[in-house]
């Protein structure tokens, strides 16, 4: 769902880094920060599937609301980076990236060992981050091409979700989970790799980005298993 989210916030470029240890302590808050933002998404989450506001809203207002909504927080954190509201800005839309989840994680839950299947999007998702950290410590070559593909990809998802709001094709909602998982997994290598090569200097920028990557991840894996447990 957050593939123009994605996108837009690619567009805000960085300057390089003059030095190692400045790198990896952007790569070193990153990584902190992007731990402490799980801890407002799993509370908003808690709260949707507990108050169920978001599935009360209707599949296409719940859609308006989370675009314009992310929208806005997006704009907000680039305009809070470099000051002290940067992190209270990034933690309120982590907040609310996961209220906005709560509606396919209580339509999981209300299924047959429901709970398993979200810890099993939860650990995929992990595999596939710290298998993309990895890769991403040992490519030597510029991604920056790789970078603007992606972009265009997160783009043609944008629009076939949209679509398939209104054809809800069950074989094109697979597919596009399935080019979810790969495309921001792909994101994670370009992202972590534009941190450790100086190319992204702000770590609430970088946070931004990485949390994105992996909040598509997670919500790809967890559709798909729900998709499958639905039809068993």
Do not use: C, H
Not at 196 to 203: L, Q
Not at 211 to 218: G, Q, R, S, T, W
Request: proline share 1%; aromatic share 12%; glycine share 10%.
């Amino acid at each position: 769902m957050d593939e123009g989210l994605r996108t837009t916030q690619n567009q805000f470029g960085g300057y390089a880094v003059p030095s190692v240890e400045q790198r990896n302590r952007v790569l070193r808050n990153t990584y902190w920060l992007l731990a402490l933002s799980m801890v407002p998404t799993v509370l908003g989450a808690w709260l949707g599937v507990a108050t169920g506001i978001v599935a009360a809203m209707g599949v296409g207002m719940s859609f308006i609301v989370f675009m314009v909504g992310a929208f806005g927080f997006i704009y907000a954190i680039e305009k809070t980076k470099n000051s002290a509201a940067g992190v209270p800005v990034l933690l309120g839309f982590t907040f609310f990236m996961g209220l906005m989840l709560s509606r396919l994680l209580a339509f999981v839950l209300g299924m047959n060992g429901g709970s398993a299947l979200i810890m099993t999007a939860f650990g995929g998702t992990a595999v596939a981050f710290l298998a993309m950290a990895t890769l991403s410590t040992m490519i030597k070559r510029d991604l920056s091409t790789m970078g603007k593909f992606l972009s265009i990809g997160a783009v043609m998802l944008l629009v076939a979700i949209v679509v398939n709001l209104f054809v809800q094709s069950s074989a094109l909602f697979v597919t596009i989970a399935v080019l979810m998982v790969g495309i921001f997994s792909a994101f994670i290598v370009y992202d972590l790799k534009r941190v450790r090569d100086g190319e992204e200097t702000n770590y609430i920028s970088a946070t931004l980005a990485i949390y994105l990557d992996l909040y598509n991840v997670f919500q790809a894996l967890l559709s798909l298993l729900g998709f499958a447990g639905s039809r068993d």
